[in-house]
């Protein structure tokens, strides 16, 4: 069966509407967790965005170069209510339908699907990264650890395993992308041990596992795994090891 949204997403006018998504060279601030470092990666890579600052939802970090363009930041993996900012996420802002004017200038596939609180089991199921992918198109290389660190943003591919009906609502709203090739085989015990023996491990090893989410697999009943950092006591070894880690992969 095709679940269908309650609107028609399509990439041109997604970027007509915020043309700024797709300039080159931005100023942008990330939530400090591994969903806005992944993000970031991708930013870089393929827009050539530079990353001044991080916000953890009670503490923001902000470079130099984020005072000097403050009026021209973009808010990633965050939704910022702001008259001026501009910001992509994918959170639920409304509890109950009314949407403050400040979100206007805010990319969320939630608002444009006109979803709040009293429809939470409807809301964008996946991250920012995949919602950037998508409104992109790219496609990233067909190998197993860049489509498992992929995945393991926002807990994506759990999300998978347990809201299927929704998911499938959603890629069929956003078109033209291949979907059945990224989330291949992922509701599958070989897929989730490839997720504990691979993926977590690499993770570790570059520090960037802080902890477990609530989350667990259907299948091995396996805890996902979550990264938040604090910049002022993380060091720079770390990050430079994810950047290399992500360029290699998700290329």
Excluded at 58 to 69: F, H, R, V, Y
Excluded at 104 to 132: G, R, V
Excluded at 227 to 234: G, L, T, V
Aim: neutral net charge.
């Amino acid at each position: 069966m095709v679940y269908f949204l309650p609107v028609e997403f399509k990439r041109k006018k997604i970027l007509s509407s915020f043309p700024w998504l797709a300039k080159k060279g931005q100023p942008f601030i990330i939530s400090a967790d591994y969903d806005g470092l992944i993000c970031a990666s991708f930013l870089h890579h393929h827009l050539g965005w530079e990353l001044v600052g991080y916000y953890n939802l009670s503490s923001l970090w902000l470079s130099e170069k984020a005072k000097i363009n403050s009026g021209n930041l973009i808010w990633v993996d965050l939704n910022i209510l702001s008259t001026q900012g501009r910001a992509i996420g994918g959170h639920i802002i409304s509890p109950n339908g009314e949407f403050p004017k400040g979100f206007k200038s805010s990319c969320n596939p939630n608002i444009m699907a006109n979803l709040n609180a009293n429809k939470f089991n409807e809301k964008f199921p996946f991250s920012t990264l995949i919602f950037l992918l998508w409104l992109h198109n790219i496609q990233i290389e067909k190998e197993l650890l860049a489509r498992m660190l992929v995945l393991h943003s926002d807990a994506s591919w759990l999300k998978y395993q347990e809201y299927g009906k929704n998911v499938n609502k959603w890629f069929s709203g956003l078109e033209n992308y291949d979907w059945k090739w990224l989330f291949q085989k992922v509701n599958s015990v070989t897929f989730e041990k490839r997720v504990d023996e691979i993926l977590y491990p690499e993770l570790k090893k570059i520090g960037a596992v802080s902890g477990m989410s609530k989350l667990s697999s259907k299948k091995l009943n396996i805890k996902s795994r979550q990264f938040q950092f604090n910049p002022d006591w993380d060091d720079d070894d770390w990050y430079n090891d994810w950047v290399e880690l992500m360029e290699d992969d998700t290329n």
